[in-house]
Every structure is written in structure tokens, then in C-alpha cells.
T-cell receptor
Framework: DGGITQSPKYLFRKEGQNVTLSCEQN?????MYWYRQDPGQGLRLIYY???????QKGDIAEGYSVSREKKESFPLTVTSAQKNPTAFYLC?????????????FGPGTRLTVL | QQQVKQSPQSLIVQKGGISIINCAYE??????FPWYQQFPGKGPALLIA?????SEKKEGRFTISFNKSAKQFSLHIMDSQPGDSATYFC????????????FGKGTRLHILP
């Protein structure tokens, strides 16, 4: 079954700790994305990667970091510098071709900072 | 600056009624306008999408109406059902920016049984 997996589903972290959210896809997609979702705010882009070993900041990259060492994987680290990290985090992927455009989303990780 | 504005924030419709969600955009370079549906605790999924060379696209009970001159597009859900209760996001994409999609803030739709 092709798709995107995110783990864990729920994550709790103490203030001041870094935490890494996992995102894996087996759709053979070139592009991958991380979004943050807060109530009433829609989806805001944190980072995106259009090819392995390359990534760009989105609209709210401060306090986050990513890596793209493999095509299938795009982990997101929420650092202690992120002032308000409690949110629902969504990973997505797409073919990377302008003719396609559809983004496929994972089930999300809900991060709560205690 | 919010590039895609969506309204209303929330909507309550009787079962069997028509649900209408509206979006407006600023950037005339946008050439792809998808709608995503999201159920609580799940990731969004593509519902229907349109390109600006057509004024309407219909898939089952879901229709997108597109007005290029007004820079507006809307989602109509005919014969709304309780199972349609979800959050809906309109979005837009700029061909010069790869697959990046800009999302509206979402509409929480509740269909009364």
C-alpha cells in the first residue's frame, strides 16, 4: 500500500527539549513538505524539499530544522528555540512536477509541550 | 498578506441542503486551485481541483465554480450529508514555485442530521 506515514501519532515533550517527528513515504515522490496546523490558522508551511539533499524554508521555519538524506524520508526537528511548539504537524509529498500538483498528506503528529 | 482568503470560518447546514464555501485570491499567476477535506485527527485529502481555463468542475455532489475576472472560486456541496461534516480548505498554486500550495484558513462544516 502506497502512502505517507508519520510517527508518533501523539508526542509529549518537556519545555527546552528538542524532538524529532518522523515522515516516510513510499510513493516515489520527489517533493516533501512539513506543515503546522493550529485551530483557525489553516496549514502553514514550515519547510519543503524538492529533491534529496536540498530543502528550503517555508513561511514559519524559525525554531525548526529538517534533513533530506533519502528520497523516502523527511524528518522534522522541533527545537527548544520554537516558542510555541504545541500543534498538529502534517507531512505531505507530491510528484514535484508542475503538471501534477496534488499533495498527499500523512495522518499527522500531535505535539504537546508540557 | 493573506494570499488566499476563505469564508465563512464555520458553516452549519441542514441535511439535504447546499453547502457553499467561498475563496478569493490575489495573485493572478495562480493556475491550480484545489480543495482539500479534512476529518478530525486526520490529514487533509484532495477533494476536487480546477484550473482557470474552465469555469466549473463537477464531481458527484461536489462542484467548483471559478470566476477568473473576480479572482474568486467556490465549493458547492449538493444534498449535504452528515458524513460531509469536516474542515474544508481552499488553496492555490503558483507554477513558478513548483508544487508549493498556499492554503486558506479553512471552513468547519457541520451538517445537521
Amino acid at each position: 500500500d502506497g502512502g505517507i506515514t508519520q510517527s508518533p501519532k501523539y508526542l509529549f515533550r518537556k519545555e527546552g527539549q528538542n524532538v524529532t517527528l518522523s515522515c516516510e513515504q513510499n510513493l516515489n515522490h520527489d517533493a516533501m513538505y512539513w506543515y503546522r496546523q493550529d485551530p483557525g490558522q489553516g496549514l502553514r508551511l514550515i519547510y519543503y524539499s524538492q529533491i534529496v539533499n536540498d530543502f528550503q524554508k517555508g513561511d514559519i521555519a524559525e525554531g525548526y530544522s529538517v534533513s533530506r538524506e533519502k528520497k523516502e524520508s523527511f524528518p522534522l526537528t522541533v527545537t527548544s528555540a520554537q516558542k510555541n511548539p504545541t500543534a498538529f504537524y502534517l507531512c505531505a509529498s507530491s510528484t514535484g512536477a508542475t503538471s501534477g500538483r496534488e499533495q498527499f498528506f500523512g495522518p499527522g503528529t500531535r505535539l504537546t509541550v508540557l | 498578506q493573506q494570499q488566499v482568503k476563505q469564508s465563512p470560518q464555520s458553516l452549519i447546514v441542514q441535511k439535504g441542503g447546499i453547502s457553499i464555501i467561498n475563496c478569493a485570491y490575489e495573485n493572478t499567476a495562480f493556475d491550480y486551485f484545489p480543495w482539500y477535506q479534512q476529518f478530525p485527527g486526520k490529514g487533509p485529502a484532495l477533494l476536487i481541483a480546477i484550473r482557470p481555463d474552465v469555469s466549473e468542475k463537477k464531481e458527484g455532489r461536489f462542484t467548483i465554480s471559478f470566476n477568473k475576472s473576480a479572482k474568486q472560486f467556490s465549493l458547492h456541496i449538493m444534498d449535504s450529508q452528515p458524513g460531509d461534516s469536516a474542515t474544508y480548505f481552499c488553496a492555490a498554486s503558483d507554477p513558478d514555485k513548483g508544487d508549493k500550495i498556499i492554503f486558506g484558513k479553512g471552513t468547519r462544516l457541520h451538517i445537521l442530521p
